[in-house]
C-alpha cells in the first residue's frame, strides 16, 4: 500500500487539462442536465450503448464521456450493458445488415418511455457509407429516433448537449 502511495505521490497529476472554454461548455451543460435528470430520472440516467457498424471514431468520443477529464457520472449518467435497465439509447454508425435484428432487439427490450439518440453523420444518415447492399443507413431507417447528434465523429460536448436535448423534451 505505502509503495502504492509513494507511486502516486511520485508520479503526480499527468492528464492534461481540458481547454478553458470546453471546460465552461461542459460545466453549462453538465448543470442542466443535472438538473433535469434529477427532476425527470431521479438522479440517474442509464444509457444502454450499440454500435450498429461504425468505423469507432464516434465510440472513441463516446468513451471520453466516462474518463476523468469528462466524467459524466457527475451529472447522473451511467452506461449499462442491459437494455433492460436503461433510459436512454445510443447508437452509432450506418446500422449494418448484420446488426439490424440485434438493434431492433435492444430497442425492444428497453422499457418504456424510451429515448433514442442516434450519433455522428453515419448515424443520421449513413455518412461516407450511405445505404448499400451491406449497409441500411441512418438510424432512423430501423427505429424510432428522438435526438441527431452531428459530427464526424461529435465531441463530448455535442454528445452531452445531444442527450439534454432528449431529457429536457
Ligand atoms: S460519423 Fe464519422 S467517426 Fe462516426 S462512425 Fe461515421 S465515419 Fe466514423
Known amino acids: 500500500m505505502l509503495r502504492i502511495l509513494y507511486q502516486i505521490f511520485r508520479t503526480g497529476i499527468v492528464t492534461e487539462p481540458l481547454p478553458s472554454e470546453t471546460e465552461a461548455e461542459i460545466e453549462i451543460v453538465g448543470a442542466r442536465l443535472e438538473k433535469d435528470i434529477l427532476k425527470q430520472f431521479q438522479r440517474s440516467l442509464t444509457i444502454r450503448f450499440v454500435d450498429a457498424g461504425s468505423c469507432n471514431g464516434c465510440e472513441l468520443e463516446i468513451h471520453a464521456l466516462s474518463n476523468p477529464i469528462y466524467n459524466c457520472e457527475r451529472f447522473g449518467i451511467h452506461f449499462t450493458a442491459s437494455p433492460r435497465f436503461a433510459d436512454l439509447l445510443l447508437v452509432t454508425g450506418p446500422v449494418s445488415k448484420n446488426m439490424e435484428i440485434a438493434l431492433r432487439r ?24 450511405g445505404t448499400s447492399y451491406a449497409s441500411l443507413g441512418g438510424v432512423g431507417n ?12 461529435p465531441n463530448p460536448a455535442d454528445l452531452l448537449n445531444g442527450i439534454l436535448k432528449v431529457v429536457s423534451m
Do not use: E, Q
Open 106 to 129: 435492444t430497442y425492444n427490450a428497453m422499457p418504456n418511455p424510451k429515448l433514442v439518440v442516434a450519433v455522428g453523420d453515419c448515424g443520421n444518415n449513413g455518412g461516407i457509407f
Open 142 to 153: 430501423i427505429i424510432p429516433v428522438d435526438a441527431y447528434v452531428k459530427g464526424c465523429p
